[in-house]
Structures are given as structure tokens and as C-alpha cells.
């Protein structure tokens, strides 16, 4: 009886013991659960943002032959996501947001693909740069991170003014024809330089503040 006593004391010790050290760790899998869960829902809120600036905030140029480009902010949503979210959540947002609102619009839809890209590339570079080689979430040194912010900012929106206007070429040039790709080469490669200048701006300029809101009410912010 004393060595079954022992056995059972034994067994339910360890099964105490075993439970306690499976806490943290599904601890951690329910934080990294919620963390998925929160910027999915994030990215949806980018998604919107991004739609509703991109549409409803832009100053169409039409161009001849039907064609058209435009001046807008659509492009900073994209950096502010990635510079909240990380990389592949934030250029999600921007990207599904911009192709919905090109799928919208009869003169964009053809653009839809290339602007599915190109914005997530925008978000992917943007959160590279900020995340993987400044690290930003994990510095305190508001030097560092405005320094960085603005070093991802531009690095993905200058992405965007080279290759946007490039593939944009060509892709104008299996549709349109030479003609009409080359006018329209010249008028994307002015728009798109205005709206990296301005979205770099005033992506850096909301990000700041809102980052400090965010750490000062408690929310804190998203691992990248």
C-alpha cells in the first residue's frame, strides 16, 4: 500500500509538473494566436483606409487615348502599415485596398494586377528596411527611429517611382500601343515622383506621433 501511495504521489507530482511547464508555451501560441488575429483585422482596416484615400482623395490626369494617371496618398497607407505591421500585413492592406479601387474604376481596371504588385512590394521593402535592419519596434532612441522611418519610407516609395513607370511601360505598350505608352511614361514618372515626396511625408509625419500615442495608452506596438 506505502509503495502504491508513493507511485500515485509520484505520477500526479509529475503531471502537476508536466502541466506548469505546458502553460508558457500554450501561453505563447494563444498570444501568437491573438497577435495573427489582430493584424489580420488591421490589414483590413489598411485595406479600407487605403481604398477610400486612393478613390475618393486623388487628382485624376487623363491622358490621350483614354488613358490616365493620378496624384494621391494611397501610396502612405501602404508605408504606414508596414511601418506598423511589418511588411507582408501592411503592403496586404495597401495592395488589396489600391486593387479594388482600380477593379472599380473603368479607365484603372486593366491596371489592377501591376497595382496588386507594385503595392505590396511597396509594403514588403518598407517593412524590410524599418523592421529587419532598423528595428524599430525594439528601439527606444527617438533619433534611431525617425532616422529609419524615414530611410524605409523612401526606400520603398523609391521603389515604386522607378518600377512603377517601367512596368507600367510596358504594360501600356502591349495594350495601348508605343505612342500612347511613351506620353504616358512621361506623366507617370512626374506623378508617381510627386506622390512617393508627399506619401513619404506624411507617412513620417503621422507615424511619429502615433507611434508615441500607442505606447502611451498601453497598446503598445505589433511584432513585426
Not at 22 to 29: C, G, N, S, T, Y
Not at 98 to 105: F, H, P, V, Y
Amino acid at each position: 500500500k506505502k509503495q502504491n501511495w508513493i507511485f500515485i504521489s509520484l505520477h500526479s507530482g509529475a503531471k502537476i509538473r508536466g502541466r506548469k511547464a505546458l502553460a508558457p508555451r500554450e501561453e505563447k501560441e494563444m498570444n501568437r494566436t491573438d497577435s495573427k488575429i489582430s493584424k489580420i483585422a488591421m490589414t483590413g482596416l489598411f485595406a479600407a483606409m487605403s481604398y477610400v484615400v486612393f478613390t475618393f482623395l486623388q487628382f485624376k490626369i487623363t491622358l490621350p487615348g483614354g488613358d490616365a494617371t493620378s496624384i494621391h496618398l494611397g501610396n502612405a497607407v501602404c508605408v504606414l502599415g508596414a511601418l506598423l505591421l511589418g511588411g507582408v500585413y501592411g503592403g496586404l492592406g495597401g495592395a488589396i485596398g489600391m486593387t479594388i479601387g482600380d477593379l472599380l474604376d473603368p479607365i484603372y481596371v486593366v491596371y489592377a494586377p501591376k497595382t496588386f504588385i507594385l503595392k505590396l512590394c511597396i509594403g514588403l521593402i518598407t517593412g524590410f528596411l524599418a523592421h529587419r535592419l532598423g528595428k524599430i519596434n525594439e528601439s527606444h532612441d527617438q533619433k534611431h527611429i525617425l532616422k529609419w522611418v524615414l530611410i524605409a519610407s523612401a526606400g520603398g516609395l523609391l521603389f515604386n517611382v522607378i518600377f512603377d513607370p517601367l512596368v507600367g511601360y510596358y504594360y501600356k505598350l502591349l495594350i495601348l500601343g508605343k505612342p500612347a505608352a511613351e506620353l504616358a511614361l512621361v506623366w507617370n514618372v512626374t506623378s508617381t515622383t510627386i506622390n512617393a515626396v508627399t506619401s513619404t511625408i506624411a507617412s513620417v509625419v503621422i507615424y511619429m506621433p502615433l507611434r508615441s500615442a500607442l505606447i502611451r495608452s498601453g497598446m503598445g506596438l505589433m511584432r513585426s
